[in-house]
Structures are given as structure tokens and as C-alpha cells.
């Protein structure tokens, strides 16, 4: 079981109730081929770089899980398929992105979240 990350982009004119249901739909592909998932994130509506098929922002989503390395083709299949799914990109962590993505989930690097919990102790 190797561990990946997978960002994909969902068109913005789907409501937060269908956006949701896209998500879950990839989870339970994953789910499908026991696929572990270790960080499921919502980044929300985001102004993109460029414009993907006249639209100029989107929904971001992050998945982070472990599986075989033939679940990927299966997972990526699913994104080109569905329609709502403007873009997609799958990696293979390294051990010390590993390391930093698990250091990222526990909220390490909030410092600024961090120090304003520390000044809203004070005051």
C-alpha cells in the first residue's frame, strides 16, 4: 500500500449539497477498492489561475489516502467520467512528504491560528 494525495477542482455552479455528494462518491470508489483514507479536506471555493471551461473559480477538494497502486487507474477512470470534475491531480507521497502531510493534519503549521488562541487567552 503506497500513499497518495489527490486534489480535484469541482465546477462551481453545483450547490454545497451536490459539491458534498461528488466527494462522497469518490470516497466509496476508494472505499470500494479498500482503500484507506487518511484526510478527507474541503478547501471550498477558490479563485482559480486561469479559466477551466469559461469558469474561473471552483470548488477545491483533497483527498489523502493509502492503496494499491492499481486503485489509482480506477479513481482516475471515476474523475474523467463525471462531469462536475473540471481537474484532477493524483501524486505518490514520498516518505518525507508523508512525514509533512501527517505534521500538516495535526495543525503544526497554524502558527497564526495558534497565536491568536494564545493573545485570546490573555485579553
Not at 477542482?9 to 472505499?31: C, M, R, W, Y
Request: glycine content about 4%; overall charge positive.
Amino acid at each position: 500500500m503506497k500513499h497518495y494525495e489527490t486534489v480535484f477542482i469541482l465546477n462551481p455552479v453545483l450547490s454545497e449539497d451536490q459539491a458534498k455528494d461528488t466527494v462522497d462518491k469518490f470516497v466509496k470508489v476508494l472505499g470500494k477498492a479498500k482503500a484507506e483514507i487518511l484526510n478527507k479536506e474541503n478547501w471550498g471555493l477558490k479563485k482559480m489561475a486561469y479559466p477551466i471551461q469559461n469558469k474561473s473559480t471552483g470548488f477545491y477538494n483533497l483527498l489523502e489516502f493509502t492503496a494499491a497502486p492499481e486503485t489509482i487507474a480506477t479513481l482516475e477512470t471515476e474523475f474523467r467520467r463525471d462531469e462536475s470534475v473540471m481537474r484532477f491531480l493524483t501524486v505518490a507521497l514520498d516518505k518525507h512528504a508523508v512525514l509533512y502531510a501527517s505534521r500538516r493534519r495535526k495543525g503544526e503549521f497554524n502558527k497564526n491560528k495558534k497565536a491568536t488562541k494564545k493573545e485570546g487567552a490573555e485579553a
